[in-house]
């Protein structure tokens, strides 16, 4: 899971795309980049290891000339987070010179090496999925040129190109330079995309953005124009002309659901799909199996663990008619635990991330509401604390069902051993966390909480049913991720 924003503009876009990352924050905490072109061509560049408001100086934006550009924010699911080569954006110097950003995650990362080093003759620097995304686009680009100037109908073949060599997820931003803007998706939509654009009052060009989620385009004044489809390329040029082309031969949407749990912000919609009442959604059928599985007397308030699980818990609380409070208390400051890189890290973060406020616990049975349980680290961090803090006895609920299988497109989520689901009963997962009762989201009932009111009719919910819908994850594919993420 990264963020990521791409800009053409009348004026610099630096500014913009600065605070569009921070606005996709979120979405990535390891490192950051932007990069922006002037009409002549000239690429700039910054990115570095941290978050946003560490990277970037006034030095750095005053270099960033241009009025087309791109940035990424960096949650790494694929290479290594500590490495700053590994940074996005990824830059070759032919043909024309591209700049690419990318979420998601490919899953035939060892065929493309051994095509891209064997047949394209190209050289690969580190072990970034998107380094090997923009030789694969670089290298079909190439292919496609009849002539010294690049079109269009040029670009969406090297694009239906990428699509037929590369496999997995991947909604990608690259800067064609001299050129324009290139944004395309992967054919089964699974990471989101969204296109906006604002008007110009005098006639003259539009401007352009495309983003991960559309809460970048009302901060920013875009009007929202549409997803980009699964398999689409759009192609925006220098003069704020835009083309687009469906480039897969069998495009299907089938957005992560993840996307809806946990990733996003809630003041976003993608895919038509407002996240906030998803969620909101996901707490009234949660709800229905907390009354089922849960005496109610064993619960006398309930409280949400902040931020992502709230519109869950409040929906809970209004359809169980039980009080809802605020139990924890959240230091803004510190980033979200489930995309820190490794489990000491995260461990130490909950209890930096949280404070328990006995006054709220004390004597009380309480019902905990989380987004999600993960591997296990945080949430039984927080259980401990919730009894530290006088807790009676305590509930623990989940708005997602259990995480089973690993998630190869685009969330760090790559063994199974790593998951306090995987081969363990609900009974035993309990035992393991230490709470009380746990109660899980049935599978049917987020699907359906997330579709509700959506012309959409299945989503990517691998990690949870171990349904793989680009339908090329082997058995010795996930044990060949497993033996790589331990080594």
């Known amino acids: 899971m990264c963020g990521i924003v791409g800009m053409v503009g009348h004026d610099s876009v630096n500014q913009e795309i600065y605070d569009a990352l921070l606005l996709l924050q979120h979405r990535g905490q390891d490192s950051t980049g932007i990069a922006t072109a002037e009409a002549n061509g000239v690429i ?6 941290g978050q946003v ?56 990362t060892r065929e493309l090496t051994d095509e891209l080093f064997h047949k394209d003759r190209r050289h690969l620097n580190t072990s970034s999925d998107t380094e090997l995304l ?13 002539g010294l100037q690049l079109d269009p ?18 909604a990608a931003i690259a800067l064609i330079a001299g050129y324009g803007l290139l944004a395309f998706r992967d054919p089964f939509g699974i990471r989101p995309l969204i296109l906006g654009v604002r008007r110009s009052e005098d006639d003259s060009r539009d401007e ?11 901060n920013a004044g875009f009007e929202v124009v549409r997803d980009v489809e699964p398999g689409e390329a759009v192609f925006i040029d220098l003069d704020g002309r835009l083309w687009s082309r469906q480039c897969a031969a069998d495009p299907k949407l089938l957005p992560c659901s993840f996307e809806y749990v946990y990733l996003a912000r809630p003041d976003s919609v993608m895919n038509g799909i407002a996240v906030y009442e998803s969620r909101l959604r996901m707490g009234e059928r949660l709800a229905d199996t907390i009354a089922k ?5 064993a619960i006398d308030v309930v409280m949400p663990i902040p931020d992502s699980s709230r519109p869950s818990a409040m929906e809970v609380a209004r359809k169980l008619g039980i009080e809802y409070r605020e139990g924890f208390y959240k230091n803004r400051y510190v980033g979200r635990t489930f995309i820190m890189p490794g489990q000491a890290v995260r461990k130490k973060s909950v209890r930096q991330k949280l404070n328990a ?14 987004d999600s349980i993960v591997r296990g680290t945080t949430s039984r961090e927080i259980i401990q604390m919730a009894r530290d803090a006088g807790a009676k006895t305590v509930t623990f609920a989940s708005a997602a069902p259990p995480v089973r299988y690993p998630h190869v497109y685009g969330i760090n989520m790559p063994s199974r051993h790593e998951l306090v689901a995987y081969n363990r009963t609900i009974p035993e997962i309990a035992e393991e966390l230490g709470c009380d009762y746990l109660v899980y989201q049935e599978v049917e009932d987020l699907k359906a909480a997330i579709l509700e009111g959506s ?16 339908g090329t994850v082997t058995e010795e594919y996930l044990a060949w991720v497993e033996g790589s993420q331990e080594s």
């Open 153 to 170: 109908e040029q670009v969406f073949q090297a694009v239906a190109r990428v699509h037929e060599r590369v496999e997995g997820s991947y």
């Open 455 to 470: 012309d959409i009719t299945d989503l990517d919910m691998s990690c949870f049913d171990g349904r793989y819908v680009t």
């Open 293 to 297: 599985y849960t005496p109610k007397d």
């Open 44 to 49: 700039h560049e910054h990115k570095v290891k």
């Open 53 to 108: 408001r560490e990277a970037f100086r006034t030095r750095d934006m005053r270099a960033l000339l241009g009025n087309i550009g791109l940035g990424h924010v960096r949650y790494a699911t694929k290479g290594t987070a500590s490495s700053e080569e590994e940074a996005q954006p990824f830059y070759v110097n032919a043909p024309y010179g591209i700049v690419l950003v990318h979420n998601g995650n490919l899953t035939n």
């Open 357 to 370: 406020m006995p006054s709220e616990f004390a004597g009380k049975n309480v019902l905990l509401i989380d």
């Open 208 to 218: 352009w953005t495309v983003a991960s989620e559309s809460l970048v385009l009302d």
């Open 134 to 146: 923009v030789n694969v686009l670089a290298n079909e680009l190439q292919a496609s040129i009849s």
